[in-house]
């Protein structure tokens, strides 16, 4: 009779789908003002710069205008998200590529610059496995 207890539960056990989904509201709000948040869902999970540091952005002259690269340490094992774009500017939706994430290489996909200057870069962001993306940083030029 154990036995056929024991069966039934490792049954019931397989039978459970684990639910893999992590609440997006964890991500940073959408905002304009200099938040110095970075935050997006990659393949459903959440990783956010919120807890472990200000993102930081890179800002290089190339023959075609400005590489702005973006950077941020978006999880407690170290996690560090990284893109880049070139020549963004506010109200535009453009490419963004060299998307990473702890240096494995992610889809490329579109920006949408909400905000460019008074030294805020904000904007949202989708590709690939990457969606709900939205950052709100400082630079320097």
Request: proline letters at 4%; aromatic letters at 10%.
């Amino acid at each position: 009779m154990k036995k056929l207890w024991l069966i039934a539960l490792l049954i019931i056990c397989m039978a459970c789908d684990e639910d893999y989904s992590v609440d997006p509201t964890l991500l940073p709000p959408v905002t304009t003002t200099g938040e110095e948040t970075l935050g997006c869902l990659v393949d459903g999970w959440v990783y956010s710069s919120e807890r472990f540091g200000y993102p930081v952005v890179r800002i290089y002259s190339v023959e075609n205008g400005d590489s702005v690269v973006v950077r941020a340490n978006v999880g407690r094992e170290g996690e560090l998200f990284t893109f880049s774009m070139i020549n963004p500017e506010e109200g535009k939706t453009i490419p963004y590529m060299d998307s990473a994430l702890n240096g494995k290489k992610l889809e490329n996909g579109l920006v949408t610059v909400s905000r460019m200057g008074g030294g805020v870069l904000s904007g949202t962001f989708e590709g690939g496995s990457v969606t709900r993306g939205r950052f709100d940083v400082k630079y320097n030029k």
